[in-house]
T-cell receptor, first 111, second 113 residues
Framework: AQSVTQLDSQVPVFEEAPVELRCNYS??????LFWYVQYPNQGLQLLLK??????LVKGINGFEAEFKKSETSFHLTKPSAHMSDAAEYFC?????????FGSGTKLNVKP | EPEVTQTPSHQVTQMGQEVILRCVPI?????FYWYRQILGQKVEFLVS????????KSEIFDDQFSVERPDGSNFTLKIRSTKLEDSAMYFC???????????FGQGTRLTVV
């Protein structure tokens, strides 16, 4: 069975501090992994994806994520948070033709 | 940049009424989806559509729900008789091929009163 766990429902950070949003997955097949961002009252925007190849993937807005098979993790990081990063972030795994989403992590950025 | 567009952005309907949510997927995409997000909850899969037929549906997608691709560009979700618990944000998504990501629309916020 496929599932995604985002243990942190909210992550507070100060502006310019590093960000880490955690994601663990389970998948019965080699996973395709994604991070999406949702700004208030908007849709889901793709931040980055891992399909095959390099395990460290870079996305938009300075975000990165590293696929660690041994830890079944795909944590999202950014060296320095901006106020504009405040949003909800969803990790997702694609299995066959379906996407499974985590419950989301709200990133709160404080000045 | 091509995008998935959804209309309307917000729909208010009375319980028991039928609603149709509309989506225009990206033009060369082959796989289409509807997801929903009840306020404060996870994004849930409703249905996937490929080659003019439903390829998979969730338990949520009961007989009250149906999807259509009537003219090769629009992709619609119909709820025949809405219930209060159908209130949610509904997202349409499309993707081009087997190994590609899904692109999501901005969503339609459905409020059933």
């Amino acid at each position: 069975a496929q599932s995604v766990t985002q243990l942190d429902s909210q992550v507070p950070v100060f502006e310019e501090a590093p960000v880490e949003l955690r994601c663990n997955y389970s998948s019965s097949v080699p996973p395709y992994l994604f991070w999406y961002v949702q700004y208030p009252n908007q849709g889901l925007q793709l931040l980055l994806k891992y399909t095959t190849g390099a395990t460290l993937v870079k996305g938009i807005n300075g975000f990165e994520a590293e696929f660690k098979k041994s830890e079944t993790s795909f944590h999202l990081t950014k060296p320095s948070a901006h106020m504009s990063d405040a949003a909800e972030y969803f990790c997702a795994v694609k299995s066959f033709n379906k996407f499974y989403f985590g419950s989301g992590t709200k990133l709160n950025v404080k000045p | 940049e091509p995008e998935v567009t959804q209309t309307p952005s917000h729909q208010v309907t009375q319980m028991g009424q039928e609603v149709i949510l509309r989506c225009v997927p990206i033009s060369n995409h082959l796989y289409f989806y509807w997801y929903r997000q009840i306020l404060g909850q996870k994004v849930e899969f409703l249905v996937s559509f490929y080659n003019n037929e439903i390829s998979e549906k969730s338990e949520i997608f009961d007989d009250q729900f149906s999807v259509e691709r009537p003219d090769g560009s629009n992709f619609t979700l119909k709820i025949r008789s809405t219930k209060l618990e159908d209130s949610a944000m509904y997202f349409c998504a499309s993707r081009r091929g087997t190994y590609t990501e899904a692109f999501f629309g901005q969503g339609t916020r459905l409020t059933v009163v």
